[in-house]
């Protein structure tokens, strides 16, 4: 009878660990898969567009927020047109990740983001120009599952040979239901957390597309961190390639 419980709670132990796997060196699977379907997921529209209020919060607490505008096209173009604030009128166009323009009301011109300013902070935020311009992980980041349980695949990612994200390495939850982004941890050349990406209130817009409507990105060395809210969001408008230009990043309203 001793040995009879014995083996029912070895058994017992057995069946809850086994949905959470660590994998071996040797089982470790390419993470392409997994970041194709989230690609696919975040930009899987002819176009989108979002207005979003974005609150940095600095190491004392003291808050400054703005609202802006988003219009995407593709996985690529990308525009960006700022609504409140003192820096109301600045705009921004991506595209490509590593190809972005901004427009300064101030100067009235539209000049080019030098390849190096890329990865710093976007408008104060601690967003870089580069984790903004981000729309397609599949394109720049090679990896492996490190992990996979019922609700989560945990992703290593390393950026792929010849491109610079700013980051020595990326540790990704993504949700097995909706291959969503979730808990995403940016690391340095030095192996130091330099920053931390949380979702939070899901949330389903009146387009029908269910994601979260605050994202999080905080600095766990300072303390600084800054909040995207999502206010609202629209699908496949029939955007025109037009709309994705220089001169409409000057002109455009």
Same mark, same amino acid.
């Given at each position: 009878? =001793?040995?009879? @419980?014995?083996?029912?709670?070895?058994?017992?132990?057995?069946?809850?660990?086994?949905?959470?796997?660590?994998?071996?060196?040797?089982?470790?699977?390419?993470?392409?898969?997994?970041?194709?379907?989230?690609?696919?997921?975040?930009? #899987?529209?002819?176009?989108?567009?979002?207005?979003?209020?974005?609150?940095?919060?600095?190491?004392?607490?003291?808050?400054?927020?703005?609202?802006? @505008?988003?219009?995407?096209? #593709? @996985?690529?173009?990308?525009?960006?047109?700022?609504?409140? #604030?003192?820096?109301?009128?600045?705009?921004?166009?991506?595209?490509?990740? @590593?190809?972005?323009?901004? &427009?300064?009301?101030?100067?009235?011109?539209?000049?080019?983001?030098?390849?190096?300013?890329?990865?710093?902070?976007?408008?104060?935020?601690?967003?870089?120009?580069?984790?903004?311009?981000?729309?397609?992980?599949?394109?720049? &980041?090679?990896?492996?599952?490190? =992990?996979?349980?019922?609700?989560?695949?945990?992703?290593?990612?390393?950026?792929?040979?010849?491109?610079?994200?700013?980051?020595?390495?990326?540790?990704?939850?993504? $949700? =097995?239901? $909706?291959?969503?982004?979730?808990?995403?941890?940016?690391? %340095?050349?030095?192996?130091?957390?330099?920053?931390?990406?949380?979702?939070?209130?899901?949330?389903?817009? $009146?387009?029908?597309?269910?994601?979260?409507?605050?994202?999080?990105?905080?600095?766990?060395?300072?303390?600084?961190?800054?909040?995207?809210?999502?206010?609202?969001?629209?699908? %496949?408008?029939?955007?025109?390639?037009?709309?994705?230009?220089? =001169?409409?990043?000057?002109? #455009?309203?």
């Amino acid at each position: 009878m =001793r040995m009879r @419980n014995r083996l029912g709670i070895l058994l017992l132990a057995a069946l809850v660990l086994l949905p959470i796997r660590s994998l071996s060196a040797q089982e470790k699977l390419s993470a392409a898969p997994v970041l194709d379907k989230l690609d696919k997921v975040a930009n #899987g529209f002819d176009d989108q567009e979002m207005d979003i209020e974005m609150t940095i919060i600095d190491t004392g607490g003291s808050k400054k927020s703005y609202n802006f @505008n988003i219009k995407q096209k #593709g @996985n690529d173009r990308r525009l960006v047109r700022f609504r409140s #604030g003192e820096i109301k009128g600045m705009a921004t166009l991506t595209e490509a990740a @590593n190809r972005a323009y901004v &427009y300064l009301p101030g100067y009235k011109k539209v000049r080019r983001v030098a390849a190096h300013n890329m990865n710093q902070s976007f408008a104060g935020s601690d967003f870089s120009n580069s984790d903004m311009a981000t729309s397609c992980w599949k394109c720049l &980041y090679d990896g492996t599952v490190e =992990r996979e349980d019922a609700s989560h695949y945990t992703l290593t990612l390393t950026p792929k040979k010849g491109t610079d994200t700013g980051y020595a390495r990326v540790s990704m939850k993504v $949700s =097995r239901q $909706s291959f969503r982004q979730e808990d995403t941890d940016y690391f %340095n050349a030095a192996g130091d957390l330099v920053k931390t990406f949380r979702v939070s209130n899901t949330r389903t817009y $009146s387009c029908g597309v269910t994601q979260p409507e605050t994202i999080e990105m905080a600095d766990p060395r300072s303390g600084h961190k800054t909040t995207l809210t999502v206010k609202e969001l629209k699908v %496949n408008q029939g955007f025109k390639d037009s709309m994705f230009t220089e =001169r409409e990043l000057q002109w #455009g309203k």
